[in-house]
């Protein structure tokens, strides 16, 4: 029962959690800002219109997309070594992370392109601007608007998603949880600790969201 | 090498196909599931009575909130120190159904209250009872909004049954960990394992996108 739940094993074991915040953190950080850089390249590619970049980068969004990250993470995980790539988990995780969430982001960069009205094409090239710079002062900034608040909702299963690399044995929020739950037999106070953690987490980016939603003026934005 | 390891990996097929069998089973218990209490939560949800909704409400922030991964783990490890011992697939089965119905809930919410008012004002001055409202009047309108989403929540439902292999179970996933261990090629491996998963759910997805555009078209709306 859990009337024995230790507090005191649980602020004991706070550097630890402390710790596992920490690399969650920056971990989510570096590879949300690969999704960004995966994810523009592949929009860029899916946007064009002939199929040479194109049939490949909806080939790749649909791989990722109709497959777990779980085995997208073993495939790396496993898979590198073959290929003579010996990476650090950690680095292994990341990029897993930012290739798996870079398909998402793609999606959202395009939707946001292309919820930007014709007419905003048109005036541009009626006012003779060239494409880089209706792209540029035209398209980019409005569609900016639109994709701030589902990114943050992509960054949200992101930090969620960075729980799957303690298992393989990266040394994250969750990954301290299990080492108080299998060091001493505390799973309880291990795993809520953590939970609580990525509430945190989460009603911060969830809040970020509401307030960028209000400041862009998107008048009841879904994240 | 490659013709060996092949073989070697064909030499394990029952163990994959048990593999694929429990992925299914899993799915779609807790689709089914999942689906009958989220639309119930969601229904109870819009009902009127604030206690129960923000109820409901904390409930679905909360596993919104956390990694799937933690979500298993603490009803695996703590339901038995609570006194309800159960096995692997059990707490699988239950993770991934509350999982499914939160998720839905939220949806058939959002189906729910884009249905105008005036229907269900129409529906009360024609002296329809709340049940026939709901079933004849606002959820035949509702399903238009909740199918898309409803058919993408299933794959990530697929999807996300992958993560019960850190329990333990024998699904797709853990096959493909077991297989790796003595046919060391990652590459291959774990290709045919995502091949499985996309053989399932890539019609899903399709079948998600064509519901959007059809549904979409219906209503006249300009879809992002």
Avoid at chain 2, 132 to 138: G, P
Wanted: hydrophobic letters at 55%.
């Amino acid at each position: 029962m859990l009337e024995n739940f230790s507090f005191r094993t649980i602020v004991e074991y706070l550097p630890l959690f402390g710790q596992g915040l920490v690399t969650t953190v920056w971990l989510s950080v570096l590879s949300f800002a690969g999704a960004l850089a995966v994810g523009i390249v592949l929009a860029a590619m899916n946007l064009q219109r002939g199929w040479l970049f194109r049939v490949p980068a909806k080939a790749y969004i649909d791989a990722v997309r109709a497959t777990p990250l779980l085995a997208q993470l073993y495939f790396l995980y496993f898979g590198l070594p073959r290929l003579g790539i010996v990476l650090p988990e950690l680095v292994v995780g990341i990029l897993a992370l930012s290739l798996n969430s870079g398909a998402y982001v793609a999606e959202i960069i395009r939707a946001g392109i292309l919820s930007i009205p014709r007419g905003q094409v048109e005036a541009g090239v009626a006012s003779g601007m060239t494409y880089i710079q209706r792209m540029r002062l035209v398209i980019l900034p409005q569609a900016f608007k639109v994709t701030i608040p589902p990114l943050l909702g992509q960054a949200i299963v992101l930090v969620k998603d960075s729980a799957l690399l303690s298992l393989i044995a990266v040394a994250e929020l969750t990954r301290a949880g299990q080492l108080l739950a299998s060091d001493r037999f505390m799973p309880a106070e291990g795993f809520i600790t953590i939970a609580a953690f990525y509430l945190l987490l989460y009603y911060g980016l969830k809040g970020l969201a509401a307030l960028s939603g209000r400041w862009l003026g998107l008048a009841g934005a879904r994240t | 090498m490659i013709w060996q390891q092949l073989q070697s990996i064909a030499g394990s097929y029952p163990l994959a196909l048990r593999g694929l069998g429990m992925t299914v089973m899993l799915s779609l218990i807790s689709l089914v599931l999942g689906t009958l209490i989220g639309f119930g939560l969601g229904i109870l949800r819009t009902g009127g009575n604030r206690l129960i909704s923000s109820v409901i409400g904390a409930w679905v922030d909360l596993i919104r909130g956390t990694p799937f991964l933690v979500q298993i783990f603490l009803i695996f490890f703590i339901l038995p120190e609570l006194g309800i011992e159960l096995d692997a697939f059990t707490a699988g089965i239950i993770a991934l159904t509350n999982l499914a119905a939160c998720f839905i809930c939220e949806i058939v919410v959002a189906g729910i209250r884009s249905v105008p008012t005036g229907q269900v004002e129409a529906a009360l001055a024609s002296g329809l009872s709340r049940w026939h409202r709901m079933r004849q009047v606002v959820l035949p309108q509702a399903m238009r909004i909740v199918l898309p989403p409803l058919v993408g929540q299933y794959v990530l439902l697929i999807k996300d049954s992958s993560v019960v292999s850190a329990i333990g179970l024998t699904d797709l996933t853990r096959v493909g960990w077991l297989v790796v261990q003595r046919v060391p090629n990652g590459l291959l491996v774990f290709f045919l394992v995502g091949l499985g998963y996309f053989i399932v759910c890539y019609p899903l997805i399709l079948l998600a996108r064509r519901l959007e555009q059809r549904m979409g078209a219906a209503h006249g709306e300009v879809q992002l």
